[in-house]
């Protein structure tokens, strides 16, 4: 990948032990696609938590979740997610993870600092930790805010992806996971959570599914025990891990190094059809897929629209492009005429947009297989 590694890196994917700020830095500008970032949370825990048993829950009570106050924790933050905004390559994208302690004080710094957001995401936890004090709601989400290196940025979001992989349905921006549990999470020699806050591999894949491409780099700043490189290696992503603390770093090495990557054709995603070439309907007519004279139809037959010549659509007095044309019938101001004109084959009705997908390989420009052709 040449200039695109980490500084002083042999290979794009690595573990980077020392402090978050020291290792940034040493990286090189431009060089990552995505950021994960699942940083302290300043829970301000004030003692132990106790269950109504009094027995002692597990929290996060480690010295590296502790700040003298609000002002230190946002100049970390700042300083942090300056230097991952430096790293991103101008159409990179970064994805932060919260609670209510922090996540909205990271919003800020992350629109102060140029990153564009995308969109927040609501991880709904299937299994939360209860409230043992019932003193609060039961806590059962965490916070995503994904956003753009800068506003300009043409992040990469394999749509259609996750639309098939929601029964084709556009996926939404509330998440339903269980937390990390069972044989998922990781425990160290006594038997105690290896990591407080190990989030679940699911919630990665979603996201480097969603949000990368194979062969692309993805840092992740706070590593922990390695759930963003165990996954971005098994979908044939490269990553960067940075983690100060040896054992978390320890674990995170002998867990990636159990993971065997998908083979090149599992990791494939469907193709944008925003990014692919534009083929009008006239061309259409031109390679001869649809002949002048042949008729159209909505879904319903309601309407019947005959092709003209020069790549418009006629029906009752009314001569316009397909897109018009389509919106005129409907008495509606727009109208996708790809998906809204049917033709006729085999006694069936199809849209007219799976004529593109033969047009594309008459012009040599598609590789997708063609799944239905006009006869």
Not at 87 to 114: C, K, T
Not at 290 to 303: C, I, N, T
Request: aromatic share 8%; hydrophobic share 40%; with cysteine.
């Amino acid at each position: 990948m040449g200039s695109r590694r980490a500084k002083g890196q042999s290979a794009a994917s690595a573990i980077l032990l020392g402090d978050c700020l020291d290792k940034l830095r040493g990286l090189a500008t431009a060089s990552v696609d995505l950021v994960f970032a699942d940083p302290p949370y300043n829970l301000q825990l004030a003692g132990d938590l106790m269950r109504p048993n009094n027995t002692r829950v597990d929290g996060v009570d480690d010295a590296w979740d502790k700040f003298q106050d609000f002002a230190a924790y946002d100049a970390f933050c700042r300083d942090w997610l300056s230097e991952c905004r430096r790293v991103l390559r101008p159409d990179g994208a970064l994805w932060v993870i919260g609670s209510y302690h922090n996540i909205f004080r990271l919003g800020v710094a992350i629109q102060d600092l140029g990153f564009w957001i995308q969109n927040d995401v609501i991880w709904r936890k299937v299994n939360p930790m209860p409230n043992f004090r019932g003193k609060r709601f039961t806590n059962a989400h965490e916070t995503l805010i994904w956003a753009g290196q800068n506003r300009k940025s043409r992040v990469t979001f394999n749509y259609e992806s996750l639309k098939a992989s929601n029964d084709d349905l556009q996926m939404r921006s509330d998440w339903l996971f269980p937390i990390c549990s069972g044989p998922e999470r990781l425990k160290d020699d006594g038997g105690r959570k290896a990591h407080p806050t190990q989030k679940p591999e699911a919630l990665l894949h979603r996201i480097i599914i969603g949000c990368t491409n194979p062969g692309d780099v993805v840092l992740d700043p706070f590593f922990g025990t390695g759930t963003t490189g165990a996954v971005a290696k098994r979908l044939g992503r490269q990553f960067i891990g940075i983690e100060r603390d040896p054992d978390y770093a320890r674990a995170a090495q002998e867990r990636i190094a159990k993971v065997q990557p998908l083979s090149p054709d599992a990791i494939d995603t469907l193709p944008s059809k925003r990014a692919e070439p534009r083929v009008p309907f006239g061309t259409i007519l031109e390679l001869g897929i649809l002949e002048p004279g042949q008729k159209l139809f909505d879904a319903r037959r309601k309407f019947r629209a005959e092709v003209r010549a020069d790549g418009t659509l006629a029906h009752a007095g009314n001569q316009a492009s397909i897109h018009r044309l389509g919106a005129i019938v409907q008495g509606k101001a727009a109208c996708n005429g790809w998906t809204y004109w049917h033709f006729e084959a085999e006694g069936k009705l199809k849209p007219i947009d799976v004529l593109r997908d033969e047009a594309k390989r008459q012009l040599g420009l598609s590789r997708r297989p063609i799944l239905v052709a006009a006869e």
